[in-house]
């Protein structure tokens, strides 16, 4: 993507170079060249996510890109095959003929038709596969674009000639971009983008097995489970059917994961892990509300909530998984940037129902639109919660203003004395642990690591890697304390520390890759070089391409007689500038 950014970059700015106008044109010329920017930066950010809910953008105007190409042929490859061997030239030199140029048209326009032919093709095979909304079915993927594979060799011949091979390019995308839903055996329930990046909800209609260590094992069939995708990211869901399970914890937020450990340790009244699910322990304060108000003027509100459980919070609200766990009479505060995935929990029909349940249970539940640090900083709720989860990944990508020093800091000012930390480390590529435990030790406090090797996609559970940090050793023994026949794929090990914490001043992402992914940071750095060097090679070019030619002869214009006219030359009657 990068190199093929750079190249287009570049014949854009070649394009531009060459057609520089003289001295008083230049104003103009750069005018145009700032409105060109304000229209582009217009139409990505207001036009292009009305038009388009996901970026299809992106690959039609790739596509359209290869126009911007020099066309390194006349007639394109007819003129260097076809009409060498039908249609000779008398000379090298002489000008193709009538009938060379209707030859080569009809060549190319074939080959696009061609290629049009084969794209229908492709639409319509998938159409044929079709089984109960599932085109492919059981049917390889290769099987399936096999057109589409021959539009693109088709094609190719076109590339000497850059406008049609770009059309061609852009008419295969346009059709592509018809029915590549239908791929799958997920259903897209829901698509949207903004600034933030795009938000899909799938759904999965199949048999799944769900072992509850109440009911004990459940198998359900059909079931209905919506996932939320952040760009290419699982943020986990909700099992919308049946509604016996509607409460399950999914995804990183199971039972039997980190998140669960902590949850269990989080009740007040905890028994065995069997009973922590049940809300009958609160049916006392429920009972009290029955009581007449007259009788000894009990405050019966006050009674109600000293039953609650302490209050928690989390930083990306994602599916709403967390408020499965609250209990009535709990205060629970959600924070989420993302305007598109706060209105999936929040509106009348919500996609994902974990926080209008919890409302409707008697949770204190609250979700607040805005980036987390930013609006913790803002509430005096000093010392208030007693777990924070920080949860924000989105397509391996973080927001690292979340994990620095002083965003650390900010938590555990929020924090209960007593109060844990847990931060969602799962990364392919960043190693987000060490620079966690880093931070903390600096700052004198406490870190473990909390791991879910083993996924299991029947019991809809997935593999998580959480950093638990508190303020002190004792206390984090005490909230990441587990059963190991219970929790037998839990792993809890300390943190070995790799280089310094971030800081909001400082903070390198590429120093924090993966030990395995070392020649990717290699890569990375040979990629800036080469990108610098070539912004400051472009930058001489341009200075140069805009500095004045040199005049063939130094000598100033002057008249007849030897007196030097700087910038004027007479010529007759006339007087030239």
């Known amino acids: 993507h990068l190199t093929c950014f750079y190249w287009s970059a570049r014949l854009c700015l070649e394009g531009l170079a060459a057609d520089r106008p003289a001295a008083p044109a230049v104003t103009a010329y750069f005018s145009w060249i700032g409105l060109g920017g304000l229209c582009g930066g217009l139409f990505q950010i207001v036009i292009a996510p009305y038009l388009f809910r996901d970026y299809l953008e992106y690959t039609f105007l790739a596509a359209l890109a290869c126009m911007l190409r020099p066309a390194w042929l006349t007639n394109g490859l007819t003129d260097w095959l076809l009409g060498l061997i039908v249609l000779p030239r008398a000379e090298p030199t002489a000008p193709p003929t009538r009938g060379r140029r209707l030859m080569a048209l009809g060549f190319d326009l074939g080959l696009a038709f061609v ?6 093709g492709l639409f319509l095979l998938r159409m044929r596969h079709g089984n109960e909304g599932r085109p492919l079915g059981n049917t390889p993927r290769i099987l399936v674009d096999w057109p589409l594979i021959l539009a693109l060799f088709i094609a190719v011949p076109l590339i000497a000639r850059p406008i049609r091979f770009g059309l061609a390019l852009a008419a295969i995308v346009a059709w592509c971009w018809i029915g590549k839903d239908l791929f799958g055996v997920e259903t897209v329930v829901f698509r949207d983008r903004n600034l933030l990046g795009t938000v899909r909800v799938v759904e999965d209609k199949s048999s799944m097995r769900i072992i509850d260590p109440l009911p004990g094992e459940v198998v359900r069939d059909p079931m209905i489970h919506r996932r939320l995708m952040q760009g290419t990211t699982d943020q986990g869901g909700c099992i919308a059917d049946p509604t ?3 409460r399950y914890p999914t995804a990183y937020y ?11 340790h989080l009740d007040m009244y905890s028994g065995p892990p069997q009973t922590n699910w049940s809300d009958v322990r609160i049916a006392a304060a429920l009972v009290g509300q029955g009581v007449p108000l007259g009788v000894g003027n009990l405050p019966l509100n006050a009674i109600g909530c000293a039953w609650s459980e302490p209050p928690y919070a989390i930083v990306g609200l994602g599916a709403g998984t967390s408020f499965a766990y609250a209990h009535p009479y709990q205060w629970v505060d959600a924070y989420e940037i993302d305007p598109i995935v706060v209105k999936l929990s929040t509106r009348p029909t919500p996609l994902f129902h974990h926080f209008q349940a919890a409302r409707k249970r008697g949770v204190a539940a609250n979700i607040y639109q805005g980036d987390g640090r930013r609006l913790l900083s803002k509430q005096r709720n000093d010392g208030f919660y007693h777990v924070m989860f920080i949860d924000a990944m989105n397509s391996d990508a973080f ?11 900010l938590y555990f000012q929020k924090l209960a004395p007593k109060g844990v930390l847990m931060v969602h480390a799962s990364n392919r590529h960043v190693d987000l642990p060490p620079k966690l435990a880093g931070t903390a030790a600096k700052l004198g406090f406490a870190s ?8 299991d996609r029947q019991r809809l559970e997935y593999s998580s890697h959480w ?14 304390r587990h059963e190991p026949e219970l929790d037998q794929r839990l792993e809890i090990q300390p943190i070995n520390v790799r280089g310094l914490g971030w800081t909001d001043e400082h903070a390198s992402v590429a120093a924090s890759l993966h030990p395995r992914q070392g020649w990717f940071e290699f890569l990375l750095g040979v990629l800036i070089v080469l990108l610098a060097f070539g912004a400051v090679l472009g930058l001489v070019e341009m ?35």
């Open 115 to 120: 290629v049009c032919v084969l794209a229908v």
């Open 244 to 246: 016996a399970l509607a």
């Open 254 to 264: 199971h039972r039997k994961g980190p998140v669960g450990v902590v949850m269990r």
């Open 399 to 409: 927001p690292v203003h979340l994990f620095t020093e002083e965003a650390i800091q």
């Open 448 to 455: 473990l690591a909390m791991r879910d090797h083993e996924p």
């Open 467 to 480: 950093v638990a940090i508190a303020r002190n050793a004792e206390t984090i023994e005490r909230w990441t």
């Open 543 to 577: 200075i140069i391409a805009m500095l004045p030619e040199t005049p063939r002869s130094q000598t100033p214009f002057g008249n007849e007689g030897g007196e030097r006219n700087f910038g004027y030359q007479q010529r007759g009657t006339q007087t030239y500038v």
